[in-house]
């Protein structure tokens, strides 16, 4: 079965058959814009898979961003997952769409959520570093440090080693906890600012899935 008419399954299954509207759905996630149409699809395609398209999101990410992030894209995962547990696509097919919209799920986590607002940072940034929660500076930093191989440069973890230590605060935290959702967005904010400041926004959103790195290397040890 091929890819245009495994799409076509796709628009006659869930969007009878309307090209149009699957084409306008499609464009309002590519603006990440949430429209009431876009909760009413979710309702009525799939909705019973929310929850498998939650699981797929998260294991992809390593996290699930907020509501107002995955909602513009949920019901296309929801369709996948429908359609693959149907036979309309095939696992590839199904693997490199999910890839797809993970990634511009990420994308938008990172853009609205402003992790790469600040191209550099001046100095009461540095100081707020160095004195925000200074109980956790360290452990927040080796913590991240060995999730993602090597040390990275401030420039690229200081948003992300805060986001870490406040969280560490709360929740309580010790070294030996396992990693998690936390752990993983703040990796994926730092491969990412990495990227988009080092080789431009296209590179940045066409980056790796954390989620999916992280899955890899325990899957080999």
Same mark, same amino acid.
């Given at each position: 079965m091929t890819r245009v008419k495994e799409s076509q399954d796709i628009v006659d299954k869930y969007y009878n058959g309307d090209e149009a509207a699957y084409n306008e759905a499609l464009t309002r996630q590519n603006a990440s814009v949430i429209d009431w149409s876009d909760i009413e699809t979710q309702t009525k395609c799939a909705p019973d898979q929310e929850y498998h398209a939650l699981a797929y999101i998260q294991n992809f990410l390593g996290y699930?961003?907020?509501p107002n @992030?995955? &909602?513009?894209? @949920?019901? /296309?995962?929801?369709?996948?997952?429908? !359609? &693959?547990?149907?036979? =309309? @696509?095939?696992?590839?097919? /199904?693997?490199?769409? =999910?890839? $797809?919209?993970? *990634? #511009?799920? #990420?994308?938008?986590? &990172?853009? *609205?959520?402003?992790?790469?607002?600040?191209?550099?940072?001046?100095?009461?940034? #540095?100081?707020h570093y160095e004195n925000f929660l200074p109980l956790y500076k360290l452990p927040a930093r080796d913590r991240l440090s060995k999730l993602l191989g090597y040390e990275p440069l401030i420039e690229y973890s200081l948003e992300?080693?805060? /986001? =870490?230590? #406040?969280? $560490?605060?709360?929740?309580? $935290?010790? !070294?030996? &906890?396992?990693?998690?959702?936390?752990?993983? *967005?703040a990796a994926t904010i730092v491969r990412y600012r990495e990227a988009y400041l080092l080789q431009g926004k296209s590179v940045a959103d066409d980056s790796d899935l954390i989620g999916m790195i992280y899955q890899e290397r325990k899957s080999s040890n």
């Open positions: 699930i961003p907020e @992030i995955y &909602m513009p894209h @949920i019901a /296309f995962v929801q369709v996948l997952v429908d !359609s &693959m547990e149907k036979n =309309l @696509i095939t696992w590839d097919h /199904f693997i490199d769409e =999910l890839v $797809f919209h993970a *990634k #511009r799920i #990420r994308n938008d986590d &990172m853009l *609205k959520g402003e992790w790469v607002r600040h191209k550099t940072y001046d100095e009461s940034y #540095r100081k992300a080693e805060l /986001f =870490l230590r #406040r969280l $560490f605060q709360l929740d309580s $935290f010790h !070294s030996e &906890m396992p990693y998690g959702d936390t752990d993983l *967005k």
